[in-house]
């Protein structure tokens, strides 16, 4: 199941018990928040759950989607990126039991 911001909006305020409006002015506010930091380059870091950080992809050359023979270059750029924390690594690592999934 995923997840949309309508529902997530929906539980912040279920587990918050506070109203949806204040539940989505929250989120959109922390969305907004992570958003012009790492648009500045920089990186957020949220104790136990992961760190949002900006990385710089270098120009590659790539295969023309409608002409296979043909090849593109394809410019760097900057990509957003999320490397998770210890807590939320284990949060999805643990199984309906309660145990420690096996690799």
């Not at 593109?72 to 643990?94: E, H, M, Q, Y």
């Amino acid at each position: 199941m995923a997840l949309n911001k309508t529902q997530l909006v929906s539980e912040v305020a279920k587990r918050a018990e506070i109203k949806k409006g204040d539940a989505e002015k929250a989120v959109t506010a922390v969305f907004s928040a992570i958003a012009d930091e790492l648009g500045k380059g920089g990186k957020v870091t949220l104790v136990g759950f992961g760190t949002f950080s900006v990385i710089e992809k270098k120009e590659r050359t790539g295969i023309n989607p409608r002409d296979p023979k043909k090849t593109i270059k394809i410019p760097s750029r900057k990509a957003p990126k999320f490397k998770p924390g210890k807590t939320l690594k284990d949060k999805v690592n643990v199984d309906t039991g309660g145990k420690k999934k096996k690799k």
